[in-house]
């Protein structure tokens, strides 16, 4: 196995400097392996530059948000107790490709970093430690802890900033918190044995879709890592009204169901896995699949998917490139070469 010492290292390129035209947005595909830069006028790949976190081969970037000060936060897991590779959280600036600070967190299973809306604080979820730690996004401290159930894997902040909520893959439970408090608010349980373990807050504020693998017992390896063990329910997305605290559709899937995103006006919901090349799409008003796209190939661990700001599109970074997905025909109308990059999709000026 390779460790971080071993991985492949990029080297420096100059910066998009003038090859960029001031005013106006790229498309900025943020890996491990590298940074893609894209002009969205002409759907070309202008330069790749080096990864966020250099020779951190098994770093996660599962958001496209940034904090207070522009930058993105992704994280490195432990993968085994007596692996020599520790957890970590990155900061990075996404445009000069320069890590601006790394929080050592040691032999924990760390996953999905989020955001507070105005970007002022950090979450991240501890799963080995059955908790969320919160940061400072300007200081870098850590102003909390958050005792959840077993196996925090993912958590979101509605945009409204009114709940926090992170799936616990081991418990079947959504635990909601306020996020003014950092108290935990109320446990919504998710189906025995569903293997809650990933989550988005829908743009209206009101639900919450919950991701659901069907294992428990995962401390490594993400969710399905041993010694984990299947509880025979399958893959599922299961939609959570946050008002009512239950959930009122469950979607089977066919695939590890790990991401979803909306588009801005929260009509589709477009879900995503590293196994599988296609995206299905549900129709958020009958909570109907509406589509499902196939895609060239599977996004990996390292791919994500992203809706551009204007509504038009959806980015969906697989290793074949960047897919452009029209959200009026939910059909793919380009695929760009990213020089072999994987990773979340940034709309940047």
């Known amino acids: 196995m390779q460790t971080l010492a071993e991985a492949p290292k ?79 959280v990155y900061i990075t600036d996404p445009k000069t490709f320069r890590n601006e600070k790394t929080i050592p967190l040691g032999y924990n299973a760390v996953h999905t970093v989020g955001l507070t809306p105005d970007g002022k604080f950090a979450v991240v979820p ?57 108290k935990v608010m109320a446990k919504i349980p998710t189906g025995e044995g569903s293997g809650s373990f990933m989550v988005t807050t829908w743009p209206n504020n009101k639900f919450a879709s919950v991701e659901c693998c069907g294992y428990h017992g995962g401390k490594y390896n993400l969710a399905l890592g041993p010694p984990a063990t299947s509880t025979g329910k399958g893959f599922a997305i299961k939609y959570v009204d946050l008002t009512s605290q239950s959930v009122i559709k469950s979607i089977p899937l066919d695939f590890l169901a790990v991401w979803d995103e909306f588009t801005p006006n ?15 799409v549900v129709d958020t008003g009958t909570l109907e699949v509406a589509e499902t796209i196939e895609l060239e190939s599977s996004p990996g661990l390292n791919g994500y998917i992203t809706p551009d700001p204007n509504g038009k599109y959806v980015y969906a970074s697989v ?31």
């Open 10 to 88: 990029k080297s420096p390129v100059p910066p998009l400097g003038s090859q960029a035209k001031a005013g106006r947005p790229y498309i900025y595909v943020v890996g491990a392996n590298g940074t893609a830069v894209i002009d969205p006028t002409n759907w070309q790949h202008i330069v790749t530059a080096p990864g966020v976190a250099p020779g951190a081969w098994y770093l996660f970037l599962d958001n496209h948000y940034r904090d207070q000060l522009g930058r993105v936060w992704s994280q490195t897991s432990a993968i085994e107790e007596s692996y020599s590779a520790l957890a970590d």
């Open 266 to 280: 929260g009509k589709y919901d477009f879900i995503f896995g590293p196994l599988a090349a296609k995206t299905v």
């Open 126 to 182: 501890v799963s080995t430690g059955n908790k969320l730690n919160v940061y400072d996004t300007k200081s870098f401290e850590q102003v909390a802890t958050v005792n959840v159930g077993d196996g925090p894997f993912d958590m979101m902040i509605s945009s409204d900033g009114k709940y926090c909520c992170t799936p616990e893959v081991n418990s079947d439970t959504l635990t909601v918190v306020d996020p003014k408090t950092w």
């Open 319 to 349: 290793k074949s490139g960047l897919q452009v997905i029209d959200t009026s025909s939910l059909q793919i109308v380009d695929t760009i070469p990213t020089g072999g990059v994987i990773g979340t999709p940034f709309v940047l000026e």
